[in-house]
């Protein structure tokens, strides 16, 4: 059998193709035109080539899982939880979707950062289960954490944190470290979770009040007090289905507690005075803390009255406004239970951070409190929100509207008729 080099010559040498092409002939009892016999040479290098290619990606492969086991000896990984703070600004919230990079989300850069710096291996990415990663809340877009917590299997390398913020953009940071048990999960052994909201106290100010004075405006004693008062009401166990959607009253899962709510006393940033209201409960429902401030605002400023919140409570769907995203922080993540029965033992570190609190404050003034400053200036979303709460109805119930609106309807029917 001819060589395929050879061959090869052969086609192209009209002297030595006769005998080469009919002795190739001969020998595999077939007959072929040149043309036939030149694209079955053709198909069999591009084969070779596949098969070359094939080759290179199982080598890179075989490498690649030769590395990981290294890695995998050297580092062995455990479970732990790390502490990351963030500025939500520019992201669509905290939970990752895997297979669609339109909308960045912080687990995105964070799994990003895991992987180059070899904290986990790289088919993790894509199958989070395979590190058991949970995190504490879901924040959603546009809200910042200043004290969020993620459970995950990882190698423990050196310099753990220094090598994992070098590859975060400078608003999302490693702040905290700890191991944790084989079993913790940072969602279900969470007791409780701390939220703050900065806000301009131009929210509280009376309706009437020019918007155009904004800055100008300051927030005195007494209406402090009677925002801190309507705050206290929540305190307790409630059913807050009126305070997300698509929650009806009998879901269970409606009824949420409360262990504390209140404003701080305001302060000045630049010309502007804001103030941060601070609230604490075992768990709270999309858009709940929002709805929860939105109410009271509406009621501090005239728009409702203060047996709404009563109301609200109840089986009745309530109109209840939601107050802009922007100022939402998650503070801190409590766990309490866990600390008692794992604190003390010797073996497992307390999940507490006070070692980290000047790390946590830095954060803050850095990258939280001036993005929430510098966009309210930029968008007045406080603002521009303020201008819809005389839309809802405070005093009647969906069920008081649906009639309404259908006596309405009624009386114009007759009128045409």
């Not at 702040?175 to 007791?191: A, E, P």
């Not at 993005?371 to 979303?381: A, L, N, Q, W």
């Amino acid at each position: 059998m001819l060589k395929i080099p050879h061959l090869l010559r052969a086609l192209t040498n009209p002297q030595l193709l006769h005998f080469n092409y009919k002795g190739f002939q001969h020998r595999s009892r077939c007959t072929m035109s040149q043309g036939e016999l030149l694209t079955t040479m053709s198909t069999k290098r591009v084969n070779e080539e596949a098969i070359s290619v094939e080759d290179e990606q199982i080598t890179k492969k075989v490498k690649l899982e030769e590395e990981n086991v290294d890695n995998e000896k050297k580092y062995p990984k455990k479970k732990v939880v790390l502490l990351v703070a963030y500025s939500g600004k520019g992201y669509y919230g905290m939970q990752r979707n895997t297979g669609t990079s339109q909308f960045r989300t912080i687990e995105d850069e964070l799994v990003s950062a895991l992987i180059k710096s070899g904290c986990i291996p790289e088919n993790h990415g894509d199958e989070m289960k395979k590190m058991s990663f949970q995190r504490c809340a879901r924040t959603d877009k546009g809200v910042s954490a200043a004290g969020q917590v993620v459970s995950l299997k990882l190698r423990l390398i050196e310099d753990i944190m220094e090598n994992i913020n070098k590859h975060l953009p400078a608003q999302i940071r490693i702040l905290g470290f700890k191991r944790v048990t084989q079993g913790f999960n940072s969602k279900n052994n969470c007791d409780a979770r701390t939220y703050s909201y900065m806000l301009p106290t131009v929210a509280f100010a009376p309706k009437d009040y020019d918007t155009q004075k904004s800055a100008a405006f300051r927030l005195d004693p007494e209406t402090l007090t009677r925002a801190n008062s309507l705050f206290s009401l929540y305190k307790g166990t409630h059913n807050f289905h009126n305070f997300t959607s698509q929650k009806s009253p009998q879901d269970p899962s409606a009824r949420r507690y409360i262990t504390e709510m209140s404003c701080e006393e305001p302060f000045l940033s630049g010309d502007s005075e804001f103030a941060v209201i601070t609230v604490r409960g075992q768990s709270f429902m999309l858009h709940q803390i929002r709805k929860m401030i939105g109410l009271v605002i509406a009621v501090i400023k005239g728009y409702a009255k203060e047996e709404v919140l009563e109301r609200s409570w109840g089986n009745d769907k309530v109109d209840i406004p939601r107050a802009p995203g922007l100022g939402l922080v998650l503070e801190r993540v409590h766990f309490d239970r866990y600390n008692q029965r794992f604190g003390g033992d010797g073996l497992h570190q307390r999940l507490d951070w006070a070692a980290e609190e000047e790390s946590i404050k830095g954060f803050k003034k850095a990258h939280i409190y001036p993005s929430i400053v510098d966009t309210e200036s930029e968008e007045r979303s406080m603002i521009s929100w303020m201008a819809s709460l005389p839309i809802h109805d405070y005093e009647a119930s969906a069920a008081d509207r649906r009639e309404k609106d259908q006596k309405q309807e009624n009386d114009v029917g007759n009128e045409s008729d």
